[in-house]
Each structure stands twice: as C-alpha cells, then as structure tokens.
C-alpha cells in the first residue's frame, strides 16, 4: 500500500526527505503519519497531516521537521532538518481511513510502509 524511501546516513545537523508513495488514491488514507522506532524501542509518532493539510507533530522534532502531502502524486513527504543522532532510527508511513491524526501509539493505523533507515553519526 506504501512504499516508504529517502533514508540513509547524514551527519549531524544535516538533512534528509523522506518520501511515502501510496498505491491507492491519497483520498483513500485521509489522514497520514510518519512514525520511527529505534532498536529496543517502542514505536512512535513523529507526524501526521489530515486530509485538509493540517499537521501535529511530536514535541522532540517541533520546529525541524516538516510533513506535507501531494495528493496529485499520491504522495507524503517528511522534510527533516537540523537532523540529532537520536532522531536514527527506522521510519515508517502509515495510513488511516479515518481522517483523524493520532501520535501516541501506531495502532490505529490501517496501512504500513516497510520502513526505511535513517542513521544520523558523525
């Protein structure tokens, strides 16, 4: 359903796009998230945007990352700047059928991307 790209490894304080393609029409999955989980971590929520483009994000990555959506490319996309080496670990997009944003755990999400690595070390 969708397919998550764009990791890889940057030094600290750089920057990196994380793309999430969908399969299906971005109508579909209404509300969109971006979650990360770090070995011997639980999964959580970085961002989501809704349908009408309004965004939340978690408080550790407030005022440097940015999610946006292209409907017409069926696409989200994750702008991270100002990148910490806390923020490595693997991202993964996922989708809901309701158009309602929730951070605090991923099981509410329908639709899963298969993850991609971002890995942030001097």
């Known amino acids: 359903q969708f397919v998550d790209s764009g990791g890889g490894l940057v030094q600290p304080g750089g920057s990196l796009r994380l793309n999430c393609a969908a399969s299906k029409s971005a109508g579909d999955y209404p509300a969109i998230g971006w979650f990360r989980q770090a070995p011997g971590k639980e999964r959580e929520g970085v961002a989501c945007?809704?349908?009408?483009?309004?965004?939340v994000y978690t408080d550790s990555v407030k005022g440097r990352f940015t999610i946006s959506r292209d409907n017409t490319n069926n696409t989200v996309y994750l702008q991270m700047n100002s990148l910490k080496p806390e923020d490595t670990a693997v991202y993964y997009c996922a989708g809901r059928r309701f158009d309602v944003c929730v951070l605090r755990t991923p099981g509410p999400y329908d639709y899963w991307g298969q993850g991609t690595q971002v890995t942030v070390s001097s």
């Open positions: 945007i809704r349908r009408d483009g309004s965004t």
